[in-house]
T-cell receptor, first 115, second 115 residues
Framework: GNSVTQMEGPVTLSEEAFLTINCTYT??????LFWYVQYPGEGLQLLLK?????DKGSNKGFEATYRKETTSFHLEKGSVQVSDSAVYFC??????????????FGQGTILTVHP | EAGVAQSPRYKIIEKRQSVAFWCNPI?????LYWYQQILGQGPKLLIQ????????DSQLPKDRFSAERLKGVDSTLKIQPAKLEDSAVYLC?????????????FGPGTRLTVT
């Protein structure tokens, strides 16, 4: 079945540091890939997505590239801010089958950014 | 535009008791999802509705969990009887339609503690 593996957290960085959160997946076919973010006290929000190989999703300075050859979708940001402190979830969307729209999530990575 | 509403936000019950959660999706959203998020894990899909019909309930523990979506709008998720391992955050999400062209919008969740 489908699965998503994220790097273990928590991740602690200083403001303006470079961020990478690794995500790899296992899936049949050609899934869509997503990063969701959960800020303290808030619900999950879509951060970015990519629907086919070599697509790059980007939003709020974050970006991730869909790499089919390495089955990866790593999240990066060049300069993090304190306001980026949150839990980040990588997710896979199955494009086929009976549950069109079903998301499979990784376990989440807690990011804390210090001033 | 109002987001996905859920209630209650917190619930504490003893094992073997019953509990119900309510979700009001974004107006006009035909697809509704219930996810279970156990502490330290990513959300796991329990059930997906398209209007008032069930699309996928393959991961719903049907011996104790039930869900309905009356008139294709609000939805309730019930657990009866609850077990200790049901302690989790229950997330409701909605989208205009199934598939990944349409973003899933998440509610704030209901945190259930079973003692």
């Amino acid at each position: 079945g489908n699965s998503v593996t994220q790097m273990e957290g928590p991740v602690t960085l200083s403001e303006e540091a470079f961020l990478t959160i690794n995500c790899t997946y296992t899936a049949t076919g050609y899934p869509s890939l997503f990063w969701y973010v959960q800020y303290p006290g808030e619900g999950l929000q879509l951060l970015l997505k990519a629907t086919k190989a070599d697509d790059k999703g980007s939003n709020k300075g974050f970006e991730a590239t869909y790499r089919k050859e390495t089955t990866s979708f790593h999240l990066e940001k060049g300069s993090v801010q304190v306001s980026d402190s949150a839990v980040y979830f990588c997710a896979l969307g199955d494009a086929g089958g009976t549950s069109y729209g079903k998301l499979t999530f990784g376990q989440g990575t807690i990011l804390t950014v210090h001033p | 535009e109002a987001g996905v509403a859920q209630s209650p936000r917190y619930k504490i019950i003893e094992k073997r008791q019953s509990v119900a959660f309510w979700c009001n999706p974004i107006s006009g959203h035909a697809t509704l999802y219930w996810y279970q998020q156990i502490l330290g894990q990513g959300p796991k899909l329990l059930i997906q509705f398209q209007n008032n019909g069930v699309v996928d309930d393959s991961q719903l523990p049907k011996d104790r969990f039930s869900a309905e979506r009356l008139k294709g709008v609000d939805s309730t998720l019930k657990i009866q009887p609850a077990k200790l391992e049901d302690s989790a955050v229950y997330l409701c999400a909605s989208s205009l339609a199934p598939g990944f062209t349409y973003e899933q919008y998440f509610g704030p969740g209901t945190r259930l503690t079973v003692t």
